[in-house]
Nanobody, 125 residues
C-alpha cells in the first residue's frame, strides 16, 4: 500500500505563499489521480486541486484558481501544491489523497478516497 505524507503548512500573512508537498511512500504512478482538499472548522471538505497522474491534466476549484498550482515529480514521487496570494479564507487543514480507477473530475466532486494526516495552513494579519 502506498501512503501519502503531507508537509509544508504554516502561518503566513495575507498575500503570502506556501508550498505543500505530498510524498508517496511508493510511486505516484501507482495512483490514477492525486489531489488536495481542505477543511476549515465548521465547514465542509472542499476539493481544491487535482492532477491526473498519467496525463498531467490539472483541475482547480473556483476559490483557488489562478492562485494555487499543482504539480508532480515522478522522480521524487511527490505532488506539490504551490499556494500564492493567500487569503484569510484559505485558512484550513489541507489534505492530499490519491485515488485508483477514477480521475480528477470525480475527485473534485468530492470523492477524495482515503487520506491521512493533513497540514495546517493559517493566514492571518
Amino acid at each position: 500500500q502506498v501512503n501519502l505524507v503531507v508537509s509544508g503548512g504554516g502561518s503566513v500573512q495575507p498575500g503570502g505563499s506556501l508550498r505543500l508537498s505530498c510524498a508517496a511512500s511508493g510511486s505516484t504512478l501507482d495512483y490514477d489521480a492525486i489531489g488536495w482538499f481542505r477543511q476549515a472548522p465548521g465547514k465542509e471538505q472542499e476539493g481544491i486541486s487535482c492532477i491526473n497522474i498519467s496525463s498531467g491534466v490539472t483541475y482547480y476549484g473556483d476559490s483557488v484558481k489562478g492562485r494555487f498550482t499543482i504539480s508532480r515529480s515522478h522522480a521524487q514521487n511527490t505532488v506539490y501544491l504551490q499556494l500564492n496570494s493567500l487569503k484569510l479564507e484559505d485558512t484550513a487543514e489541507y489534505f492530499c489523497s490519491g485515488v485508483w480507477g477514477k480521475y480528477c473530475s470525480v475527485y473534485m466532486a468530492g470523492d477524495f478516497g482515503s487520506w491521512g494526516q493533513g497540514t495546517q495552513v493559517t493566514v492571518s494579519s
